[in-house]
């Protein structure tokens, strides 16, 4: 009688998604800043938050900054929830007027590695951040670069996010999206 042996399964396990400390930041900085080249790359304008990560998300009530850790230590990835909708100069502008007068915040770089993709760790941070966000402000957007390999599908799948504008042909690829999710 021949016994067929099953092969092990590799055990993964997740990452714990957590607010970003001053200690995390040298990681998380080399991260986004790896990241920036499959992103279009860095712009200093539209990235200044990248450039200074301790002024523009520590010690605010109004945004946050989180990163998913692998048991490992290395960063899987950031999200990040700050006020205020797309940027006016960007958008048309019933956009702009759609976002001027409400309590807004935006998720914003919602990037995970190469080695950490197809695990979750992107579900986790983005859930993560909209919780966050519907918490403190009553209208949450975002927005992804569509030339991005999964963005745009990952967004349109995520559960309670829908999509408001496609603003391609633009320079960034824009696809935006409202959280249309119930409250916790």
């Known amino acids: 009688m021949t016994v067929a042996l099953e092969r092990p399964t590799a055990i993964r396990l997740s990452p714990t998604v957590q607010v970003a400390g001053i200690a995390d930041l040298p990681a998380i900085e080399a991260h986004m800043r790896a990241m920036l080249p499959e992103l279009g790359g860095h712009d200093p304008v539209l990235h200044a938050d990248v450039d200074d990560l301790a002024r523009s998300y520590l010690g605010h009530r ?10 490992d230590g290395s960063v899987a990835g950031t999200a990040s929830v700050r006020p205020g909708g797309p940027r006016p100069e960007f958008v048309p502008r019933w956009m702009a007027e759609r976002y001027a007068s409400r309590s807004v915040g935006q998720v914003c770089r919602v990037w995970v590695a190469p080695t950490a993709r197809r695990r979750g760790v992107g579900q986790a941070l983005a859930g993560a951040a909209i919780r966050w966000a519907t918490e403190r402000f009553d209208v949450v957007c975002l927005h ?3 030339s991005v390999p999964g963005a745009l599908d990952f967004w349109r799948a995520f559960p309670g996010v829908v999509e408001v504008h496609d603003s391609r042909p633009d320079p960034w690829s824009t696809v935006h999206f409202e959280v249309c999710a119930p409250r916790p």
């Not at 109004?62 to 048991?71: K, Q």
């Open 62 to 71: 109004d945004r946050v900054l989180l990163v998913a850790v692998d048991p």
């Open 144 to 146: 992804t670069n569509a």
